[in-house]
């Protein structure tokens, strides 16, 4: 059997993300720029057809060949005007300027054998100014039609100047290099973010996969958790054995035993909703009285309830504990800002044969708004200094959706309700 290659590193796979993120802004930010420019000289190659057919319209130079047009001075108009329309051409980095009769038929032309036919474009029925684009003798071009008038208003001809598209083409060309170097910028950039995110991402989880990196974060978590739930155990059980030595020493031997059997007592009720359980879990044992210990230590309710009948979980026991560790952890720092102290876990079978676990708190609750937000990684309703600060619901939901099953928040009071397949499935290293 051939072996499977080794999966992508986390650092090598942020890489790549950040790469193609680069590369595709990079592509967004090429087509935007030649959309921009080509807009930009069309809008310009607009404003400039207007503005010389504008110039022209008023010039005496062209009022007077017109009116000596009407004279049916035709032949010498074309000689006064056809120098001085192609030195505007040339001044105003133009394609044409057509200057017509009333009626359309063309005095000048930059090709002369067109010149006495009927200008091909759209003439309009009253004196003002058109721009358009519009296929003639030259192709298609982007041109500008103004009317010429006498002192008395009346019409005397027309006015057109225009820019091939051709043209507008040309000069888009002339500045792709500048949007291709802006581009290439943004993509050397991207690649320079890039390798410092996989270099900071490698010194901090090394060559390992996504999957291994997400179980070494739970590992530590679980670890943590049941850390600190040991701690305060231990640190119970010692308070209430020095007690105990010392009622012992001063010959008050039936305090002592109280003592002693009190304490006996409450671990024995946890212990044996724990063991009650068909399929039941020691870590998860051993962690709820640790935190029945950490409760007591805040001066918080503690309740657990949790029924025989609750089949196996699908999560290994490390992500067992991260998951409760995590929502125990989140549910005592919120009801410890309660006047009325206490939280709740519920362990029992689902409807669809599942589990379903439970942690509930007489907390301030959770904003709407935010019940989604919190599961984002790096956010955190806790103080910047907290330990662990956005990573424990982040981890919760990837652990539970991992295997299968979901997260919700509910209200009144505050509750995470976590769901799991009764099987367990299995989750790809990658």
Not at 140 to 155: A, W, Y
Not at 193 to 204: G, K, Q, S, V, Y
Request: with cysteine; aromatic share 4%; charged share 20%.
């Amino acid at each position: 059997m051939t072996p499977s290659s080794p999966a992508p590193s986390t650092a090598s796979r942020v890489f790549l993300v950040v790469l193609c993120v680069a590369v595709v802004i990079g592509a967004l930010v090429a087509v935007f720029l030649v959309l921009e420019a080509q807009r930009a000289i069309r809008a310009e190659a607009e404003r400039v057809t207007a503005a010389t057919a504008a110039a022209l319209s008023n010039s005496p130079a062209v009022i007077a060949g017109l009116q000596a047009a009407s004279e049916n001075k035709d032949g010498a108009v074309t000689a006064t005007l056809e120098p001085y329309a192609t030195d505007v051409v040339d001044a105003a980095d133009l394609d044409f300027i057509t200057i017509m009769t009333p009626d359309g038929i063309r005095i000048t032309h930059p090709d002369l054998a067109r010149i006495g036919k009927r200008y091909l474009g759209t003439i309009p029925t009253v004196a003002h100014a058109l721009t358009e684009e519009f296929t003639g003798t030259l192709g298609p071009s982007v041109r500008t039609i103004s009317p010429v008038t006498g002192s008395g208003g009346e019409l005397l001809g027309w006015v057109a100047a225009g820019v091939t598209t051709e043209a507008i083409s040309d000069t888009l060309v002339r500045r792709l290099p500048l949007s291709l170097g802006i581009t290439a910028a943004l993509v050397a950039l991207g690649v320079g973010a890039a390798l410092i995110a996989r270099t900071m991402t490698r010194r901090i989880a090394g060559d390992l996969p996504p999957g291994q990196l997400r179980d070494a974060v739970s590992s530590y978590e679980s670890i943590r958790t049941l850390g600190e739930a040991l701690r305060a155990q231990t640190h119970e059980h010692g308070n209430r054995m020095h007690a105990a030595v010392a009622l012992l020493e001063l010959g008050r031997t039936a305090e002592a035993i109280e003592i002693l059997t009190e304490t006996s007592r409450q671990s024995q009720s946890l212990v044996d909703q724990v063991t009650a359980r068909r399929h039941g879990d020691p870590a998860v044992g051993a962690l709820l009285l640790g935190k029945a210990s950490q409760a007591k230590e805040r001066g918080i309710d503690w309740r657990v309830r949790i029924e025989p009948s609750t089949p196996r979980t699908p999560l290994s026991p490390v992500d067992a504990v991260s998951v409760l560790g995590n929502l125990v952890d989140n549910a005592l720092d919120a009801a410890a800002d309660s006047e009325d102290r206490w939280v709740q876990v519920s362990l029992r079978p689902s409807s669809d044969g599942g589990i379903l676990l439970e942690v509930s708190d007489s907390g301030p609750g959770i904003p709407p708004p935010l019940r989604e937000r919190i599961f984002a990684q790096g956010y955190s309703t806790k103080p910047a200094d907290a330990q662990g600060r956005g990573v424990g619901l982040a981890l919760v939901r990837s652990v539970v959706t991992g295997a299968g099953g979901s997260v919700t928040v509910s209200d009144d009071p505050t509750m995470f309700s976590v769901s799991l397949p009764a099987t367990r499935t299995r989750r790809s290293q990658t």
